[in-house]
């Protein structure tokens, strides 16, 4: 299975703005839908957004819509999410996943150690 590695979280502030990244070590990315799923502090894990293999956004969870952009570059094996305007509600371990499945509860095959984001005054 291939190996995902995230990177760009950190401790900001409300209203302030993360880009997360994800580099994908494997030679079927391109072939592959994405996602970013997350988890905070006593919750499961959560859907945030999906992306096809061709790059088109499929799923937004309705919290981050319009604050956030999910894309991908195929030449670097590089998943990103943009997160604009954060707020405390979006305090997680953010993970980058691949073949996931299940609504109420995720289920991934592959995703990464995580990256944290925490949005702190």
């Known amino acids: 299975e291939a190996q995902l590695v995230e990177s760009g979280g950190g401790l900001v502030q409300p209203g302030g703005s993360l880009r997360l990244s994800c580099v994908y070590s494997g030679a079927t990315f391109s072939k592959k839908p994405m996602s970013w799923v997350r988890q905070a502090p006593g919750k499961g894990l959560e859907w945030v957004s999906t992306i096809d293999s061709r790059g088109v956004p499929t799923y937004y969870r309705n919290s981050v819509k319009g604050r956030a952009t999910i894309s991908r570059d195929s030449a670097k094996n590089t998943l990103y999410l943009q997160l604009n305007n954060l707020t405390t509600e979006d305090t997680a371990m953010y993970y980058c996943?691949?073949?996931?499945?299940?609504?109420?509860?995720?289920?991934?095959?592959?995703r990464g150690q995580g990256t944290q984001v925490t949005v702190s005054s």
């Open positions: 996943a691949n073949d996931c499945s299940g609504v109420s509860v995720v289920n991934c095959n592959n």
